[in-house]
């Protein structure tokens, strides 16, 4: 029986155009997240099923605190829902939580709420799933690049022998496989700061297609894209 994931182990998905689906259909952007969060809701299961190892979702960058408050609070709310609502199924379903970026400097009901998932995903091993909340790629490589200077100040590490993997273990994705594919929604050819230095050898699958819209069948078209793709590292 093929593999359904073609070898991905580890996928992250930038989750963009939920503003652009609600203004399509002359709905209010706060519809459009809320039919994003049923997207998160449709694609989890499907990764699960499927055998991925490991899904990093981008739902809030360190530089979404510039829109509007109204707009803030509407995704505020719908965070708080999608915990209380999909915990259940998360311990069920075998599914690890882990959340990177700096979640804590959120609404302290919030970051309660994510501890206790975090808490009580611990143990599960089907697959982990990655929500990076108030995250940056830039303030991780600093807070990874302070980590390894604060060891070698208190002689714990010599500079001379600092290695890539110094670096990748002070990362939040630690723990988690490398990064095999890395996939953007709606049209834009950017990261957003997003994973730059686990991005260094995935494969990029970018798609016109807005983030309430994209299920199973747009996961897999991005997966067999990147099965039929040979991955060289820079070997040759």
Request: hydrophobic share 40%.
């Amino acid at each position: 029986m093929p593999d359904p994931t073609y070898g991905a182990r580890h996928i992250a998905i930038i989750m963009d155009g939920n503003g652009r689906w609600a203004k399509r259909k002359h709905l209010p952007r706060a519809l459009g997240h809320k039919k994003g969060v049923e997207a998160v809701r449709n694609i989890v299961r499907v990764a699960g099923k499927m055998g991925i190892e490991a899904m990093t979702l981008y739902a809030f960058s360190s530089e979404n605190w510039n829109r509007p408050d109204e707009e803030i609070s509407d995704l505020m709310g719908l965070l708080r829902q999608y915990i209380q609502s999909d915990i259940e199924e998360f311990v069920e379903n075998g599914i690890r939580l882990k959340v990177i970026g700096n979640y804590k400097a959120l609404d302290d009901d919030i970051v309660g709420m994510i501890d206790n998932a975090i808490e009580r995903t611990a143990a599960n091993d089907k697959m982990t799933l990655a929500v990076a909340l108030n995250y940056g790629a830039q303030d991780e490589l600093l807070r990874a690049t302070q980590e390894i200077a604060a060891a070698v100040k208190n002689g714990r590490l010599d500079p001379e022998e600092i290695e890539t993997g110094h670096i990748s273990a002070a990362l939040d994705t630690a723990d988690l496989p490398p990064l095999d594919l890395l996939i953007r929604t709606s049209g834009e050819l950017r990261l957003s700061n997003f994973l730059l230095w686990q991005a260094a050898y995935s494969e990029l699958y970018f798609t016109d297609v807005l983030w309430p819209d994209f299920d199973q069948k747009e996961l897999e078209k991005a997966l067999k894209s990147f099965g039929d793709r040979e991955r060289r590292f820079g070997g040759r």
